[in-house]
């Protein structure tokens, strides 16, 4: 079975109706998630299928965060907020990441915005135009292209080498600088991979970013989910808070992937001007979910190491389950939510492997290819899923794989 065919590729002739813009924002990336929006229809049909090709969190969101949104709707907290964000949450938010970051950061270089997605695409407006050459290490999360497309610009894709461990190398990132090079989008801990950035390589990135005056806007959703080492930010080294966009959101850390909160932290000039297109774009942020934040964000949640505990433990019980199959090598991650796990070995690429393991078995995973060139033959799966479905869908991968052996 292949993918079935999005209405991108219709639309594409008549695309003339429309802005350019079209055509940069719906490209692979937005088709990507084909294997599981046909996992969604047919669970909502009724058949038993375990998705494993989504980041969403299956736990709720801490309880006190919740209590304090229903008493702020009670108290009657529905109004329009400043554009930036509410003053108390950018200090909430000013706190935390300095906490996360290790450098002082002040609530005037914070502004909320619609989740970490939205605000890469504020920060994309804001720094980046027709011509320039963004740099991305591939694998890549989906929406990067066409975010950087969305502002014009050009991503430049750079390999991370899955005999690396998907490990980024700056020298691969310096031989990519052009004239006409801008910035630097990072993702660090990564998806797809679940890799880390050293500490030396972040100060490589630096280098690079003050050595050839670079802007770096570094995606860290994944930092409060490290289960080895340490998340090392390059934007706390010295040099770098004038140059860099962390982006960052309560979607993965706090399970709250549907409350839509995520913020940029950038030099106060441009918190600015992401400021004056939030009002054009967005007209300021709900009310009483900033309030709630505001409240809760950086104190102590038990919730949170909970969540955190069981996903190292998921992320163990996967590795060991799909370890010992033969035809498959699992890439143990060192953080984030997600494994990648080598299929080649089985003889089939990665989308037709994951096209026949939710025909045959109904569990849906992710095909590498779709994150970059350097994850062909590569499925991306999930643990953010019940550890008893979890396990259930490693047997049904390891029945297909021996299948599959079998002829
Ligand atoms: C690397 C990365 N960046 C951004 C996002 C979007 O996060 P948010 O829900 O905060 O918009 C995701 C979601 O999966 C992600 O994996």
Redesign the pocket.
């Known amino acids: 079975m292949s993918a079935p065919k999005s209405g991108t590729d219709l639309e594409a002739a008549e695309t003339g109706r429309y802005s350019p813009l079209v055509e940069r924002i719906g490209g692979k990336g937005a088709q990507a998630w084909a294997v599981h929006s046909e996992a969604m229809a047919r669970a909502a049909a009724g058949e038993d299928v375990i998705a494993l090709s989504v980041?969403d969190p299956d736990f709720d969101t801490p309880r006190p965060i919740v209590e304090a949104a229903v008493s702020e709707l009670r108290a009657g907290n529905t109004h329009y907020t400043a554009f930036a964000g509410t003053a108390a949450l950018r200090q909430a938010i000013a706190g935390y990441q300095s906490g996360l970051s290790g450098r002082d950061i002040g609530p005037d270089e914070v502004a909320v915005l619609?989740?970490?997605?939205?605000?890469?695409f504020a920060a994309a407006l804001c720094l980046f135009a027709g011509g320039d050459e963004v740099i991305v290490p591939e694998p890549a999360?989906v929406?990067y292209q066409a975010v950087l497309g969305a502002a014009g610009a050009t991503m430049v894709p750079v390999p991370l080498r899955a005999d690396a461990g998907f490990h980024i190398d700056p020298r691969d990132v310096a031989a990519a600088v052009t004239g006409r090079t801008r910035g630097i989008l990072l993702?660090f801990p990564h998806?797809p991979t679940g890799a880390l950035l050293s500490e030396d390589a972040a100060r490589g990135i630096a280098d690079l970013c003050r050595e050839h005056d670079l802007w770096l806007v570094s995606?860290e959703?994944?930092s409060n989910l490290v289960f080895e080492g340490r998340h090392a930010s390059p934007c706390a080294l010295p040099g770098m808070a004038e140059r860099s966009v962390i982006?960052n959101?309560v979607?993965?850390s706090h399970a709250m992937?549907g409350w839509?909160l995520?913020w940029t932290v950038a030099p106060a000039e441009l918190t600015r001007h992401i400021g004056n297109l939030s009002q054009c774009m967005l007209y300021g942020n709900p009310s009483f979910t900033q309030a709630a934040l505001a409240t809760w964000l950086g104190r102590d949640l038990p919730e949170l190491g909970a969540m955190k505990e069981t996903y190292r433990r998921r992320r163990d019980l996967v590795c060991r389950r799909l370890a010992g199959v033969p035809g498959l090598r699992v890439h143990k991650p060192e953080a984030g939510m997600f494994v990648m796990i080598d299929v080649r070995g089985t003889g089939l690429g990665a989308e037709d492997f994951a096209w026949r393991l939710l025909e045959k078995k109904g569990v849906s995973v992710l095909a590498g290819d779709a994150f970059g060139p350097s994850a062909a033959g590569h499925v991306r799966i999930t643990f953010a899923v019940a550890d008893a479905k979890l396990a259930e869908a490693c047997d049904r991968i390891a029945a297909f794989v021996e299948e599959i052996g079998r002829g």
């Not at 619609?114 to 890469?120: D, E, R, Y």
């Open positions: 980041g619609l989740g970490a997605q939205n605000a890469l999360y929406t993702n998806n995606d959703v994944y982006v959101s979607s993965k992937t839509r995520g």
